[in-house]
């Protein structure tokens, strides 16, 4: 119990402002959440609400505005340039949408790189393990333009868990893939957590592959809107999204309720 | 994470450019005096005091006289070890096939050379007939010139032509008269060669011979005779080393700018990768290492490549030295180990400099650029750059007004190197500044109905102005080279024609045609005004050099002052040049009339002269003037440069006569010809360097640029209207290029010019070569279309 209550990630009060000073784009106004260790988490909202850069702020890729970040109980907000990069490597995975993999290297040495980074020579095993879990142990020597758009995505999840990182962040990872591709990646980060008790923390636009998750993160306009756990499948999360966007007042006072009730 | 698609353009440039710096130092090593044929069979050499400094040190050496020659050669003969000591006499004389000199190889010094026939026992020549020279009036004769023995023979000397009789054949160029003859005509002595006898050591025999010369000369064994190789030959090697020094500078200077902006580039195309890596956890420094590590992998393969062909290249390209006349006939290459040293060190050393600003700018890639598109650039330059590009087009200026006030052409043509590379830099430092005004003042041209070719073109060069300059930056560096350095040479010989010509007051001038020089009788012949050049030393203890070469001219003053208008006399009177022991000094020397003033003339003999005038420095084109008398005294053979005449005569034999104009422009024909080639060469190599980066980078840049322009299809262009875009593209990059390189070269030139007005005292003309720039502009633009027309054309057919 006191395991599942462990937070990885927190958020508090991230604000992430752009552009300049005449014409300000707010990203994320204001959000406090947190990933707990061990669970999945889905984070959905319409195209600009600021679910990419919610995650480039939880990763440590982007400095928030204004707001305090916290990977494993590490304020990110005092770390230097270097000491971020080193955290990154170490405690953190990232799988992006595309252009995920050096195009000169070969899938194992996309694999091998955060721990060659680290200055570390990672035992050729290990790789072809972690080649292996993601169902790739025939394809270690060919590189990126002779794989799949969706052996890709899975090359970079083996990639971001080589280091067996504090949380895995993935951005739309199964966006450019179709359905069944989607659904080995999508198994794949859902056997981690319930194997290894990975965090995983996923932006996502396709309430199937929400349904993955232990729990579901709703944006719009940089805040968090609303909040679904447990009994999570497609066709609610499908709903719960018609109807805000049916209604967003509504639903957002039910969403208050629901993060009200789960905070007790 | 090297690519060799990606390295394969900074590959070439280094490589090329070792090859540059291998083959001119290669060159440049070899370039060592030899030991003239002459004096081969001397194996040790003395030869009178130096004079002059080491870099022009083709300037003749001060003479004994023959008195102390003589006195010299009795005591060297008496040497443990020597079996005889020649004093070796140099003299003018020319043999005469069919009333003309002999066309046999103008070019050779040594072909109108005449010596003692005692020094042919030096060179051990062979004589393949007859007899030497014993007496007066007989001569030994090149057998290549096709005389037999017997037959007359006209010898053109310095007092004129004179009947000779062939009394034998060798097979070396030159004349060979008998001693007592070639005492007259050369009383002046500068090497006395000594023939050892069997089984002595040279070293040994040397160390005697310094014991008793002193300070008096200097004592030469083995490589070191090479310093009494004909003072043509040093001249030529000189301008030789002159022409290879510049190239491996400016092939280093050239290769280190287009490689950087390779790098610049590919870094730039990367960012996306470069952004990946930081994201899964490459520190800015590791991003940094990693680019400095692929310089150098590719700075050293280059580098060994480099070095091989500029060492295949070598041997041919010194031939071509040779034929064009940068090398005296003599120069073989020799593999040294000092220049295959440095062209290994080259390689690296190139890449890592050029990558230094490339991988600065790698390494503040941000982490999240992996996730974006083409990033738009965000300022189009920064305010440290612009502060570093004004402060290099400032040094460049000051460099050339440097250039256009220095005395001398040769201070003149370094400070004018410098000066390109510093505007040039400064140029491409500040190009993105520009490329934004210069595309929307373009704009015009590239709008068409419908435009979409404009805007995408526009646009483009817009949005990405370091990309449009950095692509723009091999046009600029070889436009404004090849104006600048050509606009340069040719304006100052121009001026300096015209400052010659303006001094002069004659109608016509007499000059040499085919010799060194025209005789006492063909100056008779011609009346008028006659100028006749000596080399006389002046001799000031304590002071460096301590023998100072000058030229001093044998006039008659009344026509002298007649036929130079430059001629301004500070104190004294000209009309008072006359008798034996007088001269005209310039105001440099500090001297006042009636002061005393010696100097040692060509046959060694120190004369007291009494200053009788003083005149302003750029009065005379030497350094004093004497009574002709006076020269003709010491130095049998000396011979008429020039005789100035009001009328057109018919010339005499072995002279030509031109109109002012003609002899200004002619005057300094022959090095101008020289120097106008190795402004070509030095075009040549910027140039064809040039042409290279400007494909390579569009190359580059069109590998990059497959995704956009298979979009801009997807959007309905016609394949044509795609090709259509990339030659705008790259004719855009290539205008701008031009542009900018062209008003860097004006600027310099109109300051040089400004420079030149002042010192010739005439309004100076801007002489632009056209066909160089154009040419230059073509090939570049012929270049850059088919690199970046060629690879689009592939693409779009799959
Ligand atoms: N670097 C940036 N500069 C300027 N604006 C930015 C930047 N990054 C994000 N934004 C703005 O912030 C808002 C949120 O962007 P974000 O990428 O987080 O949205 P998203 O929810 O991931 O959208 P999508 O589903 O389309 O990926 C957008 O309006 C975007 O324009
Ligand atoms: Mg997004």
Redesign the pocket.
């Given at each position: 119990m006191t395991a599942m209550t462990t937070d990885t990630v927190t958020l508090t009060g991230v604000r992430?402002v752009?552009?300049t000073r005449d014409r300000p784009?707010?990203?994320?106004d204001g959000v406090t959440t947190s990933f707990a260790s061990g669970t999945f988490t889905a984070v959905m909202?319409?195209?600009?609400?600021?679910?990419?850069?919610?995650l480039?702020c939880a990763a440590g890729l982007d400095s928030p505005t204004e707001g305090i970040v916290t990977i494993d109980g590490i304020r990110l907000n005092d770390l230097g340039e270097d000491e971020l990069t080193r955290l990154r490597r170490d405690c953190v995975g990232f799988v992006f949408q595309a252009f995920n993999l050096v195009s000169t290297l070969t899938a194992a040495q996309n694999v091998e790189l955060p721990l060659r980074l680290a200055g570390r020579r990672p035992p050729a095993r290990d790789v072809a393990a972690a080649l292996d879990a993601v169902g790739l142990a025939d394809r270690a020597g060919h590189r990126p333009s002779e794989l799949s758009g969706g052996e890709q995505q899975r090359v970079a999840v083996a990639r971001a868990l080589i280091t067996r990182p504090a949380v895995l962040f993935a951005?739309?990872p199964t966006g450019a893939l179709d359905s069944a591709a989607s659904r080995q990646v999508l198994r794949l980060l859902r056997a981690l957590v319930d194997d290894h008790g990975q965090t995983v923390v996923m932006?996502t636009?396709d309430p199937s592959a929400a349904a993955y998750a232990d729990r579901v993160l709703l944006?719009a306009d940089?805040r968090v809107v609303d909040e679904l756990t447990g009994g999570i499948t497609a066709a609610a999360v499908a709903a719960r999204i018609a109807e805000r966007e049916a209604d967003p007042v509504g639903a957002s006072r039910h969403a208050a309720e629901t993060t009200e009730g789960l905070s007790c | 994470m090297l690519s060799i698609r990606r390295s394969a353009s900074a590959f070439v440039a280094v490589a090329i450019g070792v090859a540059l710096v291998a083959t001119a130092t290669l060159l440049l090593a070899s370039g060592r005096p030899q030991v003239p044929d002459r004096l081969a069979q001397a194996a040790v050499v003395v030869q009178s005091p130096e004079a002059g400094t080491e870099a022009d040190s083709f300037v003749p050496t001060r003479p004994w006289s023959a008195t102390a020659a003589a006195e010299l050669t009795s005591r060297l003969a008496g040497l443990p070890g020597v079996a005889a000591a020649v004093p070796d006499r140099t003299f003018y004389a020319q043999p005469l096939v069919g009333d003309r000199p002999s066309a046999a190889d103008a070019r050779r010094e040594d072909a109108h050379q005449g010596h003692g026939w005692s020094s042919a026992q030096l060179g051990g020549l062979r004589r393949t007939a007859g007899e030497p020279p014993r007496k007066a009036g007989e001569v030994v004769v090149d057998r290549a010139l096709g005389l037999r023995t017997g037959v007359p023979v006209t010898l053109l000397t310095a007092a004129g032509p004179e009947p000779y009789t062939v009394s034998g054949l060798v097979d070396a160029p030159g004349v060979y008269v008998a001693d007592e003859v070639a005492a007259v005509l050369a009383p002046g002595v500068r090497a006395i060669g000594l023939l050892l006898a069997p089984g002595a050591d040279p070293e040994r025999v040397a160390v005697a011979a310094r014991g008793v010369v002193g300070g008096d000369g200097q004592v030469l064994t083995g490589d070191e005779r090479g310093a009494l190789e004909p003072r043509g030959d040093a001249r030529t090697r000189w301008i030789g080393m002159q022409v290879l020094t510049a190239t491996a500078a400016l092939a280093g200077f050239v290769t280190v700018f287009v490689v950087a902006s390779t790098f610049a580039f590919t870094i730039a195309q990367r960012r996306r990768e470069l952004g990946l890596l930081r994201a899964v956890g490459a520190t800015g420094r590791q991003v940094r290492r990693m680019v400095y590590a692929e310089a150098l992998a590719v700075g050293a393969s280059a580098g060994l490549v480099g070095l091989l062909v500029g060492a295949a290249l070598a041997p041919g390209l010194g031939r071509l030295l040779v034929d064009v006349g940068f090398e005296p006939a003599t120069f073989a290459v020799r593999y040294a180990f000092w220049p295959v040293a440095v062209s290994l060190v080259a390689g690296p050393v190139i890449a890592l400099l050029a990558v230094w600003s490339a991988s600065r700018r790698a390494a503040r890639v941000r982490p999240?650029e992996a996730l974006?598109e083409a990033a738009v650039e965000q300022r189009p330059i920064g305010r440290l750059r612009v502060a570093t590009g004004a402060f290099l087009v400032a040094v460049g200026a000051a460099l050339s007004v440097g250039t256009a006030t220095a005395d001398e052409a040769r201070v003149a043509a370094q400070y004018a190197l410098y000066a390109v590379m510093a505007l040039v830099a400064g140029a491409t430092v500040l190009a993105p500044a520009v490329v934004g005004p210069v595309v929307r003042l373009l704009r015009s041209p590239v709008r068409r109905p419908g435009g979409a070719i404009g805007m995408l073109v526009r646009g483009g060069a817009l949005t990405a102005t370091r990309r449009t300059a950095s692509l723009a930056a091999p046009v600029l560096l070889t436009v404004a080279f090849a104006v600048l350095v050509s606009g340069m040479v040719r304006t100052t010989t121009a001026a300096y024609a015209a400052g010659r010509a303006d001094n002069v007051n004659a109608g016509w001038i007499v000059v040499p045609d085919g010799g060194p020089g025209l005789s006492d009788q063909a100056v008779a012949a011609a009346g008028g005004t006659a100028l006749l050049p000596t080399t006389v030393f002046r001799t000031d203890p304590g002071t460096l050099p301590e023998n100072r070469p000058l030229t001093a001219l044998g006039v008659d003053p009344a026509g002298f002052a007649a036929a130079n208008r430059a001629l301004t006399v500070v104190a004294g009177s000209l009309n008072d040049l006359r008798g034996e022991d007088t001269v005209v000094v310039t105001a440099s020397t500090n001297l006042l009339p009636s002061e005393a003033y010696e100097l040692v003339f060509a046959d060694g003999t120190l004369v007291p002269l009494r200053v009788v005038a003083v005149v302003t420095d750029d009065s005379l084109p030497g350094d004093l003037l004497v009574p002709r008398a006076v020269v003709r005294t010491h130095d049998p053979s000396a011979l008429t440069s020039t005789v100035y005449v009001r009328d057109r005569i018919d010339p005499p034999v072995g002279a030509r006569i031109v109109d002012v104009a003609t002899w200004a422009a002619e005057a300094d024909a022959a090095e101008d010809r020289l120097v106008w080639l190795f402004t070509l060469l030095l075009i040549g190599v910027s140039a064809g360097y040039g042409a290279i980066a400007v494909a390579n980078t569009l190359l580059l840049a069109a590998a990059g640029r497959a995704a956009d322009l298979r979009l801009i299809r997807l959007a309905g262009a016609t394949r044509r209207q795609v090709l259509w875009l990339v030659t705008a593209e790259s004719a855009l990059v290539v205008l701008i290029g031009a542009l900018l390189g062209g008003s860097v070269a004006f600027a310099g030139l109109l300051s040089i010019r400004a420079g030149l007005a002042e010192q010739v005292g005439v309004p100076v003309d801007l002489a632009v070569p056209w066909s160089v720039i154009g040419g230059v502009v073509g090939l570049c633009l012929l270049l850059a279309v088919v690199a970046s027309v060629l690879p689009t054309w592939r693409l779009l057919r799959h």
């Amino acid at each position: 119990m006191t395991a599942m209550t462990t937070d990885t990630v927190t958020l508090t009060g991230v604000r992430a402002v752009y552009g300049t000073r005449d014409r300000p784009v707010t990203a994320l106004d204001g959000v406090t959440t947190s990933f707990a260790s061990g669970t999945f988490t889905a984070v959905m909202g319409p195209s600009g609400s600021g679910k990419s850069t919610l995650l480039h702020c939880a990763a440590g890729l982007d400095s928030p505005t204004e707001g305090i970040v916290t990977i494993d109980g590490i304020r990110l907000n005092d770390l230097g340039e270097d000491e971020l990069t080193r955290l990154r490597r170490d405690c953190v995975g990232f799988v992006f949408q595309a252009f995920n993999l050096v195009s000169t290297l070969t899938a194992a040495q996309n694999v091998e790189l955060p721990l060659r980074l680290a200055g570390r020579r990672p035992p050729a095993r290990d790789v072809a393990a972690a080649l292996d879990a993601v169902g790739l142990a025939d394809r270690a020597g060919h590189r990126p333009s002779e794989l799949s758009g969706g052996e890709q995505q899975r090359v970079a999840v083996a990639r971001a868990l080589i280091t067996r990182p504090a949380v895995l962040f993935a951005d739309e990872p199964t966006g450019a893939l179709d359905s069944a591709a989607s659904r080995q990646v999508l198994r794949l980060l859902r056997a981690l957590v319930d194997d290894h008790g990975q965090t995983v923390v996923m932006v996502t636009h396709d309430p199937s592959a929400a349904a993955y998750a232990d729990r579901v993160l709703l944006l719009a306009d940089g805040r968090v809107v609303d909040e679904l756990t447990g009994g999570i499948t497609a066709a609610a999360v499908a709903a719960r999204i018609a109807e805000r966007e049916a209604d967003p007042v509504g639903a957002s006072r039910h969403a208050a309720e629901t993060t009200e009730g789960l905070s007790c | 994470m090297l690519s060799i698609r990606r390295s394969a353009s900074a590959f070439v440039a280094v490589a090329i450019g070792v090859a540059l710096v291998a083959t001119a130092t290669l060159l440049l090593a070899s370039g060592r005096p030899q030991v003239p044929d002459r004096l081969a069979q001397a194996a040790v050499v003395v030869q009178s005091p130096e004079a002059g400094t080491e870099a022009d040190s083709f300037v003749p050496t001060r003479p004994w006289s023959a008195t102390a020659a003589a006195e010299l050669t009795s005591r060297l003969a008496g040497l443990p070890g020597v079996a005889a000591a020649v004093p070796d006499r140099t003299f003018y004389a020319q043999p005469l096939v069919g009333d003309r000199p002999s066309a046999a190889d103008a070019r050779r010094e040594d072909a109108h050379q005449g010596h003692g026939w005692s020094s042919a026992q030096l060179g051990g020549l062979r004589r393949t007939a007859g007899e030497p020279p014993r007496k007066a009036g007989e001569v030994v004769v090149d057998r290549a010139l096709g005389l037999r023995t017997g037959v007359p023979v006209t010898l053109l000397t310095a007092a004129g032509p004179e009947p000779y009789t062939v009394s034998g054949l060798v097979d070396a160029p030159g004349v060979y008269v008998a001693d007592e003859v070639a005492a007259v005509l050369a009383p002046g002595v500068r090497a006395i060669g000594l023939l050892l006898a069997p089984g002595a050591d040279p070293e040994r025999v040397a160390v005697a011979a310094r014991g008793v010369v002193g300070g008096d000369g200097q004592v030469l064994t083995g490589d070191e005779r090479g310093a009494l190789e004909p003072r043509g030959d040093a001249r030529t090697r000189w301008i030789g080393m002159q022409v290879l020094t510049a190239t491996a500078a400016l092939a280093g200077f050239v290769t280190v700018f287009v490689v950087a902006s390779t790098f610049a580039f590919t870094i730039a195309q990367r960012r996306r990768e470069l952004g990946l890596l930081r994201a899964v956890g490459a520190t800015g420094r590791q991003v940094r290492r990693m680019v400095y590590a692929e310089a150098l992998a590719v700075g050293a393969s280059a580098g060994l490549v480099g070095l091989l062909v500029g060492a295949a290249l070598a041997p041919g390209l010194g031939r071509l030295l040779v034929d064009v006349g940068f090398e005296p006939a003599t120069f073989a290459v020799r593999y040294a180990f000092w220049p295959v040293a440095v062209s290994l060190v080259a390689g690296p050393v190139i890449a890592l400099l050029a990558v230094w600003s490339a991988s600065r700018r790698a390494a503040r890639v941000r982490p999240l650029e992996a996730l974006r598109e083409a990033a738009v650039e965000q300022r189009p330059i920064g305010r440290l750059r612009v502060a570093t590009g004004a402060f290099l087009v400032a040094v460049g200026a000051a460099l050339s007004v440097g250039t256009a006030t220095a005395d001398e052409a040769r201070v003149a043509a370094q400070y004018a190197l410098y000066a390109v590379m510093a505007l040039v830099a400064g140029a491409t430092v500040l190009a993105p500044a520009v490329v934004g005004p210069v595309v929307r003042l373009l704009r015009s041209p590239v709008r068409r109905p419908g435009g979409a070719i404009g805007m995408l073109v526009r646009g483009g060069a817009l949005t990405a102005t370091r990309r449009t300059a950095s692509l723009a930056a091999p046009v600029l560096l070889t436009v404004a080279f090849a104006v600048l350095v050509s606009g340069m040479v040719r304006t100052t010989t121009a001026a300096y024609a015209a400052g010659r010509a303006d001094n002069v007051n004659a109608g016509w001038i007499v000059v040499p045609d085919g010799g060194p020089g025209l005789s006492d009788q063909a100056v008779a012949a011609a009346g008028g005004t006659a100028l006749l050049p000596t080399t006389v030393f002046r001799t000031d203890p304590g002071t460096l050099p301590e023998n100072r070469p000058l030229t001093a001219l044998g006039v008659d003053p009344a026509g002298f002052a007649a036929a130079n208008r430059a001629l301004t006399v500070v104190a004294g009177s000209l009309n008072d040049l006359r008798g034996e022991d007088t001269v005209v000094v310039t105001a440099s020397t500090n001297l006042l009339p009636s002061e005393a003033y010696e100097l040692v003339f060509a046959d060694g003999t120190l004369v007291p002269l009494r200053v009788v005038a003083v005149v302003t420095d750029d009065s005379l084109p030497g350094d004093l003037l004497v009574p002709r008398a006076v020269v003709r005294t010491h130095d049998p053979s000396a011979l008429t440069s020039t005789v100035y005449v009001r009328d057109r005569i018919d010339p005499p034999v072995g002279a030509r006569i031109v109109d002012v104009a003609t002899w200004a422009a002619e005057a300094d024909a022959a090095e101008d010809r020289l120097v106008w080639l190795f402004t070509l060469l030095l075009i040549g190599v910027s140039a064809g360097y040039g042409a290279i980066a400007v494909a390579n980078t569009l190359l580059l840049a069109a590998a990059g640029r497959a995704a956009d322009l298979r979009l801009i299809r997807l959007a309905g262009a016609t394949r044509r209207q795609v090709l259509w875009l990339v030659t705008a593209e790259s004719a855009l990059v290539v205008l701008i290029g031009a542009l900018l390189g062209g008003s860097v070269a004006f600027a310099g030139l109109l300051s040089i010019r400004a420079g030149l007005a002042e010192q010739v005292g005439v309004p100076v003309d801007l002489a632009v070569p056209w066909s160089v720039i154009g040419g230059v502009v073509g090939l570049c633009l012929l270049l850059a279309v088919v690199a970046s027309v060629l690879p689009t054309w592939r693409l779009l057919r799959h």
